[in-house]
């Protein structure tokens, strides 16, 4: 569902992404860590088609972003790290707005999706309320609401957790489980190893622009050579590069 193919992306002589290479297959959960600056936003806004890639290929859904990009952003949903909302809307009135946007407006199910979307993240009671009086977690569940609204087959999500409080984390995992059973196709980025410990199947560790683990986390352990949980991981194969070449971390 999702190739990424010596992906690349290059600012002034730097390399924020440096031939990465994955493939996820569909109704995978596929959590993306690194340290801060690791080049984790830059491959997210290279796949939602914000910024172009400086040399390799995006396949979404069989096609590639450079020639279809409209094509792939239909079946794509996106959630960034930063998300901008219309605070003078009501929820209603922005999920209406987004569904103009694909060209939904006058679907016949619209006003049925809504009510489902409201309804699982907790807003229903809200729907009718002006946007710039949500808290941070409500207008993250927003941002979920739309995301979701055109029934995407690939969820492409920055830092999914952030401000929520544990009642919205759980709305928000419970969300990726049912998605991913009806075979959506989850790329979460994430610093919360505890988010990807508990709801992705499989984890890619990029650091310095390189992916230089990927596996389950029980295969990380094993590469890593460390017992316990994922942040013991995660520290093992992060530390450094004499970590990183000593070990047989990836594949890719």
Not at 46 to 68: C, K
Not at 212 to 225: C, P, W
Not at 226 to 244: N, P, Q, Y
Request: proline share 4%.
């Amino acid at each position: 569902m999702i190739k990424l193919i010596h992906l690349t992306k290059e600012y002034k002589g730097l390399r924020a992404v440096d031939d990465v290479n994955l493939e996820i297959k569909p109704g995978v959960i596929f959590g993306f860590l690194g340290p801060n600056g690791a080049g984790k936003t830059t491959t997210i806004r290279l796949m939602a088609g914000v910024l172009r890639p400086t040399g390799g290929r995006i396949i979404i859904n069989g096609m590639d972003i450079s020639e279809e990009p409209e094509a792939v952003k239909r079946c794509a949903g996106f959630v960034p790290d930063r998300p901008f909302l219309y605070e003078k809307l009501t929820a209603s009135e922005f999920l209406r707005f987004v569904a103009g946007l694909y060209g939904l407006d006058h679907h016949p199910a619209l006003e049925d999706r809504m009510a489902r979307l409201f309804e699982l993240f907790d807003l229903f009671h809200w729907k009718d309320e002006l946007i710039e009086s949500y808290s941070h977690g409500m207008k993250q569940r927003l941002v979920m609401c739309s995301a979701l609204l055109h029934e995407p087959k690939v969820l492409i999500v920055d830092e999914p957790m952030v401000g929520l409080d544990p009642r919205g984390a759980r709305l928000v995992k419970d969300m990726f489980r049912d998605q991913a059973r009806g075979g959506t196709t989850i790329f979460m980025s994430t610093h919360s190893l505890e988010v990807a410990q508990d709801v992705c199947q499989e984890i890619a560790i990029i650091q310095a622009g390189r992916i230089i683990a990927t596996g389950s986390a029980e295969e990380l352990r094993q590469k890593a050579g460390v017992e316990g949980d994922l942040e013991s991981v995660f520290l093992k194969l992060t530390e450094g590069k004499r970590i990183a070449h000593e070990t047989p971390l990836s594949s890719h």
